[in-house]
């Protein structure tokens, strides 16, 4: 069983990221700016965008985070989006899910330029996605890609198993992997909360993906041996074994599923560090108009 480390990976990726950033900016273009949109105080996602603000400061990049409270009015939102829609300083920008239920979060995805859009939710992205044209894709099937290509995982003609049908992991991730190149060339099989014999088609995957926000769903019955886990969950529960009195776990069973894999990701320090490395990623070619002229 190889672990597959998502931790030291992305280190290795936002080095080259900032040497790439350096020869920009000695070539006399300015630094890549990402912007990002934060509402109210969810935990979670203060410590995502604080780990984003971060890795800009590695690479490179210039960061602004523009905070709402809770009771920011939906017009407020699609004014400032606006905003940095027209700003030609800001190459891309994040609006941090999720929002407020009095907000329509798709009508705040829609509003989102969509040549700034570096999460990759814009519909435009998506539909490029989907047929296999130039676009920026959503980060964390993009960091999923990127572990398997560097670990040499093999895809061509393999067997996923996707466990989820979200629209920011499963969907993507699943179109990615059916698409010719390398990682890609899959057989994808897409399972949700409808599936029926679940067990029955997790156990004929050769590459398992789990993103269902299920803590420790994918048991050791579940999984063949010299399978690849990919697992995205990342479900706080409480704890008191850490000072901040909870601790992340992931949607498979590590510890008893571990044994059967060929390769699989640790929660944390798995996927999570890539899907914000991918996000500089996606903001570095928003900067170079590599995607969109």
């Keep these: 069983m190889q672990l597959i480390d998502g931790k030291s990976t992305a280190a290795q990726i936002k080095q080259e990221i900032a040497a790439e950033v350096e020869k920009m900016v000695a070539a006399g273009q300015k630094r890549p700016h990402l912007a990002a949109v934060l ?35 939906e017009q407020q939102l699609l004014d400032t989006i606006a905003q940095l829609n027209a700003d030609p300083d800001v190459d891309g920008f994040i609006v941090q899910l999720p929002l407020p239920k009095h907000i329509d979060e798709q009508k705040i995805i829609e509003a989102i330029d969509y040549r700034k859009d570096v999460d990759g939710f814009h519909p435009i992205n998506v539909g490029r996605l989907s047929i296999g044209l130039p676009c920026f894709r959503s980060a964390t099937p993009q960091g999923i890609l990127t572990l398997l290509e560097r670990y040499g995982v093999p895809t061509r003609g393999k067997h996923c198993v996707v466990i989820g049908r979200s629209n920011i992991v499963g969907k993507p991730v699943a179109m990615m992997l059916m698409q010719k190149g390398n990682p890609g060339n899959c057989t994808v099989t897409v399972c949700h909360s409808a599936t029926q014999n679940l067990k029955d088609i997790t156990r004929q995957a050769d590459i398992l993906i789990a993103a269902i ?40 069973d590590f510890e008893h599923v571990a044994p059967h894999c060929a390769f699989i990701t640790p929660v944390p320090g798995g996927v999570g560090p890539m899907t914000i490395v991918s996000l500089m990623k996606n903001t570095l070619l928003a900067a170079q108009h590599a995607i969109y002229k």
């Excluded at 990342?234 to 498979?252: E, I």
Aim: glycine share 12%; hydrophobic share 35%.
């Design 213 to 252: 926000g299920s803590p420790e769903f994918v048991k050791e019955d579940m999984v063949k041996d010299g399978v690849t886990i990919i697992d995205v969950g990342t479900t706080r529960l409480p704890s008191t074994a850490t000072k901040s009195g909870w601790k992340l776990h992931g949607d498979v």
């Design 39 to 73: 509402v109210g105080h969810d935990g979670g996602s203060e410590t995502y965008v604080a780990a984003k603000v971060k890795a800009c400061e590695v690479c490179g990049f210039k960061s602004s985070l523009i905070r709402f409270e809770d009771d920011v009015t």
